[in-house]
């Protein structure tokens, strides 16, 4: 199962909130709302939430068995 709760310990580590990532960095707010109820993304979105947040994959996303 996949789960983003490293993403929001990271982005509370960071200068960035969920208004910077949607009206700064155009983030679709839906693309949030799928990250807070671990819903999928893609690859894509990872890749450019590491280069927003400077961090790497680990810092967004994690697998744990079901």
């Known amino acids: 199962m996949i789960n983003y709760n490293p993403f929001w310990k990271t982005l509370k580590e ?21 990250l807070k109820h671990n819903m999928p993304i893609t690859t894509v979105t990872i890749d450019t939430l590491c280069d927003i947040l400077n961090c790497s994959v680990d810092d967004i996303v994690e697998h744990r068995q079901k």
Do not use: C, F
């Open 14 to 34: 960071s200068k960035e909130t969920w208004y910077t990532l949607t009206h700064i960095h155009d983030i679709n707010p839906a693309t949030l709302h799928r």
